[in-house]
Each structure stands twice: as structure tokens, then as C-alpha cells.
């Protein structure tokens, strides 16, 4: 992909809005490109993207990165299991370009976070919280970027950092007070399973997605490129 200043080719209003695809090949490239192909507000252009859409691997986020300031066009970035040096990565290009990134891009799971934060802020502290995620045989990451998308709303709820507890094993084990528990499940062709659970004095509450398909997070991805 060769993305080019867009200022040597501005749009109009009246023309689609042009995205490269930094991974064009993957599943989330290839859900995007067949969402921009039903959507005539958008279009596929290698040469003169107006956004670059990156939705590859934590390895290849410097050379996204790259590409778009070089171009001096936005980023959106959906690539999940990035690190904190990745973060800092992200907010040195903000600097210079709009960079928008999101460990989820569907309308749910966002709808999904703003309830999870306000679960928390109401339950408070004596009831537990655990996520519970399942995706498909072959996802890298783990727990998931939406899992930890929503127990930092757990957090925000509770007004401030949880400590975390990861893949308990072993015996004699004791849930740390205050701790969000987190379990990743693989297996199939899941999309994405989330699953949120306070569990409190003889009562829960959970607060759950299903993604039935990479579309959703595909449509969302054009709805942050506009």
C-alpha cells in the first residue's frame, strides 16, 4: 500500500470516503473491505486513502504508524494485545495525526462498557467482578482487548485502578478482595463472547455480548473512519 499525502487529491463532500487497509488480507480486512463494497459512502483506494484502517498485529503497529504520518492522513487502529510501549507508540503519532483506537469497534460491546461502568459504581465494592471472553481457536491475544476494554470500566465504576487475577490455577487459592478475575476460553469459529459478573451477597448480575459475526466490528470500523 502506497498511501499517499491526501492534500495532493483532496475529496469533496460528495465522494466516498477513501481507506487503505494496512492488512488487507486478514479476517478483519476482508470484513471491511465486503462492508465498504455494501456501503457507497466509502471506498477502497490504495493510492489515495483519505484514513488507513489497522486491524494486524502488535508487531506491525510502528510501520502503520509510519505510514500514516508519512502520508498525513488518520489512523484507526483495532489491533488488540498492545502493550504499554504501544500505547506511548500511539500518542507520540497523535501528535501529529488523528489517531483513533479501539480494542472493539461494534455498537454493543460500547453500549456494553457504559453499563459495566455503571454496574460497578452502583453495586460497589462487595460485590466481585469476573469477565469471562471466548473467541475462535486461533486468537492470539488473551485475556482479550474487549475483556480488558470492560474491566477498566469496572474500574472507572469503582472510581479507580482493581488489582487483576488472571487464569487461576493451583490449589489453596483465595480471590484477592477488590480484584476483577479474568477467564479467556478458545475454541471454534467463536467471534467473540463477553461476559460480565458481579456476584454479590446471594445475587448476580451479568452483563453479556454475543458477536455473531466480523461484520458488526466491521461496520463500526466505518462508522470511526466517518
Known amino acids: ?22 492488512a488487507p488480507n486478514g479476517r478483519m480486512g476482508k ?28 508487531s506491525a503497529l510502528q510501520a502503520s504508524l509510519d505510514r500514516a504520518v508519512s502520508a498525513g492522513i488518520p489512523i484507526l487502529v483495532g489491533t488488540t494485545g498492545l502493550d504499554d510501549f504501544a500505547s506511548r507508540r500511539l500518542a507520540t503519532a497523535a501528535e501529529q495525526i488523528a489517531v483513533l483506537q479501539a480494542s472493539n469497534t461494534s455498537l454493543g460491546v460500547a453500549l456494553l462498557a457504559d453499563l459495566v461502568e455503571r454496574a460497578a459504581s452502583v453495586l460497589g465494592p462487595e460485590w466481585d467482578v469476573e469477565i469471562v471472553e471466548t473467541h475462535h481457536r486461533n486468537k492470539a491475544d488473551a485475556p482479550s482487548g474487549t475483556a480488558l476494554t470492560l474491566g477498566e470500566a469496572a474500574a472507572r465504576g469503582r472510581g479507580g485502578e ?29 467471534a467473540g463472547d463477553h461476559d460480565v459478573m458481579f456476584l454479590g451477597p446471594e445475587e448476580r448480575l451479568i452483563l453479556s455480548h454475543r458477536a455473531e459475526s466480523r461484520s458488526i466490528f466491521a461496520r463500526g470500523a466505518l462508522a470511526g473512519v466517518r
Open 1 to 22: 500500500m502506497t498511501a499517499r499525502p491526501k492534500r495532493d487529491t483532496m475529496r469533496t463532500e460528495d465522494q466516498p470516503i477513501r481507506i487503505s487497509l494496512f
Open 162 to 190: 482493581m488489582a487483576v487475577e488472571r487464569g487461576r490455577d493451583g490449589t489453596g487459592l483465595k480471590r484477592q478482595e477488590g480484584a476483577i478475575g479474568y477467564a479467556s476460553l478458545r475454541g471454534g469459529t467463536v
Open 31 to 58: 470484513a471491511i473491505a465486503a462492508a465498504i463494497a455494501d456501503d457507497p459512502g466509502f471506498a477502497l483506494d490504495e493510492e489515495h486513502a483519505d484514513v488507513l484502517v489497522d486491524f494486524s498485529a502488535p
